[in-house]
């Protein structure tokens, strides 16, 4: 069950036991995952996928800086390799997907929103495979990935929450999504993180 911090003043439905969460973020990302995902427990039984919008033919960084803000293992995934718990950023260049055998795939499509990866095709393929137990949340950026991926999460029976762009460095992105996904939470940055820390460990008693 999603349990809320006593700020919201709503009340979070119960869902369906967590199975997976998917992160996406773009302008400003760096600094709003900073704030959510050193909440994610060590011993956490389920996988958190991360996008976030990286320039083409950079090298990335982000398992370095993020595994010594983490208590979780933070890994960059190989293609094929099947999905276990933990932290996973998307590698650049590629469109990260999960198959229904639970294991990653990479794709070289075109560009979503001119991203690869892109967090609609991360967004859609989890939806596709999770259902109704994936959570996926939307940061602050600049474009409108995203949005079509947490409607589709929402469409599977899933959980969207997205960072109240008012809050967000970049608002398009999650404003997007708030039209979009009619996502059941829009919020700051620390009671996502909050939130994320309750559902990395949830499971039906």
């Known amino acids: 069950m999603l ?18 969460v998917c992160i996406g973020a773009s302008a400003g990302g760096i600094e709003a995952l900073t704030a ?41 995934p190989l293609d094929k390799e099947p999905i276990g718990p933990g932290i ?39 939806a596709d495979v999770y259902g109704e137990g994936l959570v996926g949340i939307v940061l602050t950026g600049a474009s409108q990935d995203g949005a079509d991926g947490a409607r589709a999460i929402r ?12 809050t ?8 997007a999504a708030v039209g979009r996904a009619t996502p059941q939470i829009v919020t700051t940055l620390p009671e996502i993180a909050l939130l994320l820390r309750d559902v990395a460990r949830a499971r039906e008693s």
């Open 3 to 20: 349990s809320a911090p006593k700020s919201y003043g709503v009340v979070v439905p119960r869902v369906p036991a967590v199975k997976a």
């Open 36 to 76: 959510v995902l050193p909440s994610v427990p060590a011993d956490t039984p389920i996988p958190v996928f991360v996008v976030i919008h990286l320039p083409p033919g950079r090298s990335s960084r982000l398992v370095e800086l993020f595994a010594s803000r983490c208590q979780a293992r933070v890994r960059e």
């Open 88 to 126: 996973w950023f998307a590698a650049p260049d590629y469109h990260l997907l999960v198959e229904s055998d639970f294991t990653f795939g990479f794709s070289v499509d075109e560009p979503v929103h001119f991203s690869r990866p892109a967090i609609d095709m991360l967004f859609t393929s989890a």
């Open 155 to 166: 469409d599977a029976g899933g959980f969207v929450i997205v960072q109240d762009p008012m």
């Open 168 to 175: 967000a460095l970049a608002s398009t992105m999650p404003a």
